[in-house]
């Protein structure tokens, strides 16, 4: 079998609930676009019933494969994902959010006489984007990506959630990335921009499934903590 053109990996913990339902509702609005691909649930410590559900869709669905990673770690999980991926272009997506509308307009950056971009970021902070999110996590999307603007010179609007990548151009940059955990996605927005890829936002229109899996009061600690991290091995050890 041929391998895919797209790959989308989206990381799952604890996701019971929404992940049937997600996983069926993108398969059969992703065929619609007439691209080959697959899904790959990368499944990541989950306690309730994720991973058996996730091996029934993969058993039943032909785009559908498993990768399991040994604890709950979110940025791990989509590296291994990542890296594990087939297609051309990779598409890091959410379980909560699925948007099939960003995958679609993310294919079209990736081609243009110039070569197209190699990353796509969708954005839920940029003009034009719609969060729909509770005021507490958008005030916190800003103050982040305020705090890497501030230590690492980051250079948009957004790091964490929707994203596209062109294979070839953007595994150097994947294994490059040492944080793992929240502040993986971001790491790997902001080396890419440090490597020289060619990097565009395109705004999100942003509804949630569900409630916040993790509690934001819990997040914050590890954030700043992770974003210390990030700061030290950038800026003092250079790597």
Known sequence: MSAPQVSIVIPVHNEAPILEGSIRELRARFLKLGRSFEIIIAENGSRDDTLALARELERELPEVRVLEYHEPN???????????????????????????????????????????????????????????????????????????RASLGFRGTDTHGLKAMKKASMLEVVNACVVDRDMFASELVIRAERMGRRKVEIPLNLVEKREPSIKLSKRVPKVLQNIAQLVYVIRIKGE
């Open 74 to 148: 979110y940025g791990a999980a989509l590296k291994a994902g990542i890296l594990d991926a087939k297609g051309e272009y990779i598409h890091c997506d959410e379980i909560d959010i699925c948007d099939v509308d960003f995958h679609r307009r993310a294919l079209e950056l990736f081609v243009g006489e110039d070569g197209g971009f190699d990353l796509v970021v969708g954005s839920k902070a940029m003009v034009g984007a719609h969060d729909r999110r509770p005021l507490t996590r958008r005030v916190a999307t800003r103050v982040v990506n305020g705090m890497l």
